[in-house]
């Protein structure tokens, strides 16, 4: 099991920029690879990013592409999310799943197996 911390939430105006982290407590970090979820309220929770576990590899959401940014270091990842919309309102979700292969970049709630308690984002219009 790991243990996933999330940190970096909070309000932020339209247009503006928040960075999120995720803390993961083992040793093994490099056997996983990551992602970030997000769950707006009444709406189920959908796939934002991720990255392999060799960290060369990434994948975006649709609606985030192009304003987001994964990036992992040692044994955290980060989110960094510019050009913030109302839209991207939601609790945010870190995730972890291991992979056999360096280079996959997994997408599916299925494929993480540990989770963190989530931090709220607010955008303001």
């Known amino acids: 099991q790991v243990q996933l911390v999330e940190s970096g939430g909070g309000l932020v105006q339209s247009g503006g920029s928040l960075r999120l982290s995720c803390a993961a407590s083992?040793?093994?970090?490099?056997?996983?690879?990551m992602g970030w979820f997000r769950q707006a309220p009444g709406k189920e929770r959908e796939f934002a990013a991720g990255i392999s576990r060799s960290g060369d590899n990434t994948h975006y959401a649709d609606s985030v592409k192009g304003r987001f940014t994964i990036s992992r270091d040692k044994n955290t990842v980060f989110l960094q999310m510019n050009s913030l919309k109302p839209e991207d309102a939601a609790v945010y979700y870190c995730?972890?799943?291991?992979?056999?292969?360096?280079?996959?970049?997994?997408?599916?709630?299925?494929?993480?197996?540990?989770w963190g308690q989530g931090t709220q984002v607010t955008v303001s219009s």
């Open positions: 995730a972890a799943g291991l992979m056999v292969e360096s280079s996959t970049v997994p997408v599916n709630r299925w494929q993480f197996g540990n």
């Open positions: 083992t040793r093994t970090f490099s056997r996983y690879a």
